[in-house]
């Protein structure tokens, strides 16, 4: 095993745009309190494009317009921070994805992890055996200390814990992470089931 079987992108750092967006988010570059701000911008970020040109048009117009026709007020009392936005997602757009040269985070996949892409995950599934005949391990606590329950972060003392999915999987729970995260859209269940949003995954998908 080499260094590069895990740092296989060095120097530019492609990130998804579910990624791109939390930072700027976190980073204050973009107002919350624009109503599906991260949505409209994934979707506008992720169409195909031929040039760098089509895609700013693009994404001006489309953001633009969403919120021209679809929230009028805050198209008018906001409008500072739609444009804000705009240029921020473009911002986005030019430094991690490049029509011209056929390169973008998919291009280019990010080995160190494995939310997007399967990562650590491609030799540490539990099925894979090391030359000296030991399974490589895929334990979550071989390669982290989960400190505390962040979904009762009033109660959590930091001491030892195990992950819990923020949402219960119920019997998904063992499937790969990149099986649901792709790095470019929420989460869209396989099956048209039409409105699933009243149940929980448990509910249809219970634990083996
Ligand atoms: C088993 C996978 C793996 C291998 C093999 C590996 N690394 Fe790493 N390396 C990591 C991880 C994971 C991190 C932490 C990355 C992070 O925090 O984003 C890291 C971090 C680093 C950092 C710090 C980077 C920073 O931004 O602070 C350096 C430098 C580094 N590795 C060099 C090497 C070198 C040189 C080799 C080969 C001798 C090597 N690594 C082999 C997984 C690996
Ligand atoms: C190319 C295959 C491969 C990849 C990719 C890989 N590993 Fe490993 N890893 C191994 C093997 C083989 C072992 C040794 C298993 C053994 O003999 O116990 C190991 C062992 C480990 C161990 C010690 C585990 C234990 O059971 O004590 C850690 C920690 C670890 N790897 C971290 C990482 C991290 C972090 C990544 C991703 C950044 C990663 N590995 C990616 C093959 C891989
Ligand atoms: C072989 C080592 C390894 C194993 C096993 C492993 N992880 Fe990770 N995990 C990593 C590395 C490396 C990262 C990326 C750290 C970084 O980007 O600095 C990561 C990132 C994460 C993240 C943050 C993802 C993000 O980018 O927001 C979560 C959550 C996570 N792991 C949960 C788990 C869970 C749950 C398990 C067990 C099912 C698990 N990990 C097993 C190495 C491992
Ligand atoms: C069966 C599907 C599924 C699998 C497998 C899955 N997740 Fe998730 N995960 C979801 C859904 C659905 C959400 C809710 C947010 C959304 O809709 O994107 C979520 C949310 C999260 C979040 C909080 C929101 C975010 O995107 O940061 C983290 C962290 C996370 N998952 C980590 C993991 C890790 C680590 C693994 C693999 C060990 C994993 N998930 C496997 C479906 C899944
Ligand atoms: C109303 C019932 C229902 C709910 C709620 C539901 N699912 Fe499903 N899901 C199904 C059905 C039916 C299938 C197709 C049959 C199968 O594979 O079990 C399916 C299949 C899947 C698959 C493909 C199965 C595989 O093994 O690859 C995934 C992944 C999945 N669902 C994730 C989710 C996640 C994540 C949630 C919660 C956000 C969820 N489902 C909520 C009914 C549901």
Known sequence: ???????????????????????????????????????QAMQVLNKPYSSTD????SIEAGMDQFYRINYKDVYATKNSSVKEAIREVERIFQTYIFPEMGVDWQTHPNNIGHLY?????????????????????????????????????????????????????????DLRCTVCHKGDN???????????????????????
């Open 186 to 208: 929420a989460f869209q269940h396989p099956v048209n089931l039409g409105d699933i949003s009243p149940f929980q995954c448990v509910e249809c998908h219970p634990r083996k």
């Open 54 to 57: 089509e895609a700013l048009r």
């Open 117 to 173: 892409f399967s990562g650590c995950f491609r030799c540490h599934d539990g099925d894979h055996v090391s030359n000296s005949g030991k399974v490589v391990r895929n334990d979550c606590t071989i390669c982290h200390s989960v400190l505390s329950d962040s979904a009762s972060p009033a109660t959590a003392a930091a001491t030892a814990g195990s992950f819990k999915h923020p949402i219960d999987l119920g019997g998904l729970s």
């Open 1 to 39: 095993m080499d260094c590069v079987d895990c740092h296989n992108r060095p120097a530019h750092v492609y990130l998804p745009p579910d990624v791109a967006m939390d930072q700027s988010f976190a980073a204050g570059r973009l107002d919350p309190s624009l109503p599906y701000l991260k949505r």
